[in-house]
């Protein structure tokens, strides 16, 4: 089993190797990230980033976010926006070869008075602030996981990030009951379009055909609101994809199990074994004798007894189990009346 492994970890760290090689040689370090407004929740246009120390700076677009290339290190950076409070984020570490992702809510003043007012967070604070502040200024009950806790996860698929949201299970490992109540009583929404039923005989959606990678965040609303489509009484399941990729990617993953009453214990099987039994395949060992291979291509049945018997004899007495280590090799009760042709 080393040497079966051996195989896919030497091309995993062969394939690591020649992507993230690839990716510390050409692409600069790059900070990506959304601007919104803390109460609303809505993208705001035009907020200046500035890079403390340096001379560079972005401005977001019209959907709210930035993007701009810098070399790698700590940052501090400073956000500005007419009418809202200045937000300084500190300890902003930036890494060669892949994007550093920065959302930021932005406050309104306390007071009309446009004065300078400077709010200072931590960089690990911010990132997950989008998504609190969305399910606080909700006017319905809601709960939801956003992409850095699921990067911090092994979850493959959405139905595995479904379980670690407060009040929700999975059914089959790709259904979803919320609250107790079954999948035919809830609806899914991606990017605010309503998806069908993937369940030819019930109405049902599996959540194990969304990669977990391409989920921006998920947000479960619990009870109904005029926005939010009037069929479910369980849960309304919002799942929001992330945007285009900021620079080219590759996911590998390696998993492996094993059973505690089975793995590495000894058990009986049939000889012989072959070299190749372990990844499910033969390596000729058990291939027909070619003398019933030439009587088949006939037609064995015509054959007479001797020449039945003479084909049968050079079948080996294979008949018999031993152990997988091979210290013992117990011969069954049968194995005696199949060695003996005729009988």
Excluded at 29 to 42: F, I, N, Q, S
Excluded at 120 to 149: C, H, M, P
Excluded at 159 to 177: A, M, P
């Amino acid at each position: 089993m080393k040497g079966f492994l051996s195989v896919p970890l030497l091309l995993l760290t062969l394939f690591q190797f020649i992507f993230t090689g690839t990716a510390l040689a050409g692409d600069p370090a790059k900070l990506t990230g959304k601007v919104t407004d803390k109460k609303t929740g809505e993208a705001l246009i035009g907020v200046t980033i500035v890079v403390q120390g340096t001379g560079k700076g972005a401005v977001t677009d019209v959907e709210g976010r930035y993007a701009f290339n810098m070399e790698p290190g700590t940052y501090t950076l400073d956000f500005k926006y007419m009418g809202y409070q200045t937000k300084s984020i500190s300890d902003v570490i930036v890494k060669a070869g892949q994007p550093t992702s920065l959302d930021i809510i932005m406050d309104e003043p306390k007071s009309k008075e446009l004065q300078e007012v400077v709010i200072r967070g931590s960089f690990k604070q911010e990132t997950i602030n989008a998504l609190y502040a969305a399910q606080k200024n909700n006017a319905v009950v809601s709960d939801g996981i956003s992409a850095d806790l699921i990067k911090k996860s092994p979850d493959k698929n959405t139905g595995e990030v479904l379980k670690r949201v407060s009040g929700t299970s999975i059914q089959d490992n790709k259904f979803v009951v919320v609250r107790g109540l079954s999948e035919r009583y809830n609806t899914t929404l991606m990017n605010n379009a309503q998806m069908p039923s993937t369940e030819p005989d019930k109405k049902a959606f599996s959540f194990d055909i969304i990669p977990s990678g391409l989920i921006d965040n998920i947000t479960i609303y619990k009870t109904a609101s005029p926005d939010l489509p009037g069929d479910f009484a369980g849960g309304a399941v919002k799942v929001s994809t992330k945007d285009f990729p900021d620079q080219r990617f590759l996911d590998l993953s390696l998993s492996t199990g094993y059973n505690t009453q089975t793995t590495f214990k000894d058990f009986y099987t049939a000889p012989p074994k072959g070299k190749y039994d372990f990844l499910g395949f033969d390596d000729g060992s058990r291939a027909l004798p070619n003398a019933y291979k030439n009587a088949a291509k006939g037609n064995y049945t015509l054959l007479d007894d001797a020449e039945k018997i003479a084909i049968a004899k050079q079948f080996p007495n294979t008949y018999s189990s031993g152990k997988r280590n091979g210290k013992s090799r117990p011969r069954s009760a049968c194995s005696s009346l199949w060695a003996t042709p005729g009988r």
